[in-house]
């Protein structure tokens, strides 16, 4: 079965900008990892700044492997996670 992360990304005040453009840069990069399956974020309408990541993983060991990147280290380490206010990240596995 596959493993499935979905991640809120709230950004702070006057960061959305710089959240979008970190998601912009890590998407093709996610998609090209062996273990990826699928990776799409999505910003709230009614809520603007508030994203939501869906990714889809072979197996959980994959997700690991994402947090090793040197994208993930770079991008969301070092450039996103400093511009959020909340983020939440929930883990899953598909059932069917």
Do not use: C
Not at 15 to 34: C, F, K
Not at 48 to 70: I, N, Q, R, S
């Amino acid at each position: 079965m596959a493993h499935v992360v979905i991640a809120t990304w709230k950004a702070a005040p006057g960061q959305e900008g710089l959240v979008r453009e970190v998601l912009a840069t890590v998407a093709p990069l996610n998609r090209a990892e062996e273990k990826m399956i699928s990776f799409d974020a999505f910003e709230d309408h009614a809520a603007p700044g508030v994203f939501v990541l869906v990714e889809k993983y072979t197996d959980a060991g994959g997700y690991d492997d994402h947090k090793a990147t040197d994208a993930f280290r770079t991008h969301v380490v070092g450039r996103a996670l400093p511009a959020l206010a909340e983020r939440t990240v929930h883990t899953y596995e598909t059932v069917v």
